[in-house]
């Protein structure tokens, strides 16, 4: 069975840094669009940064700057290196893959299991 294990994430103090990771476990055909995802307490679940297999990337204006994503195509990861955090990005992180788990199938949504980022002093 195809899912996504997230790692990383915890708690820093504003101004810190933390990265986080996310594998695509189980065999598929291709992975087009990996991409973050966050949600705090009472907010809706919104778009981070995302990536396309071919390096294209978006951020949202929050984070432009201080957040990097990247993936790995061979090993089927994406990592994204959180800096200058400040308390506003504290929220329950999610890794999020569109693919196809076989050629001609139809295009498969997963999400992680969310990992806790705490900001705070």
């Known amino acids: 069975q195809v899912r996504l294990v997230e790692s990383g994430g915890g708690w820093v103090q504003p101004g810190g840094s933390l990265s986080l990771s996310c594998e695509v476990s189980?065999?598929?055909?291709?992975?087009?669009?990996m991409g973050w995802y966050r949600q705090a307490p009472g907010k809706e679940r919104e778009l981070v940064a995302g990536i396309s297999s071919g390096g294209g990337v978006n951020y949202m204006d929050s984070v432009k700057g201080r957040f990097t994503i990247s993936r790995d195509n061979f090993n089927n990861m994406v990592s994204l290196q959180m800096d200058s955090l400040k308390p506003e990005d504290t929220a329950v992180y999610y890794c999020n893959a569109v693919l196809y788990i076989k050629p001609n199938s139809v295009p498969t949504h997963l999400w992680g299991q969310g990992t806790q980022v705490t900001v705070s002093s």
């Open positions: 189980g065999s598929v055909f291709s992975t087009p669009t």
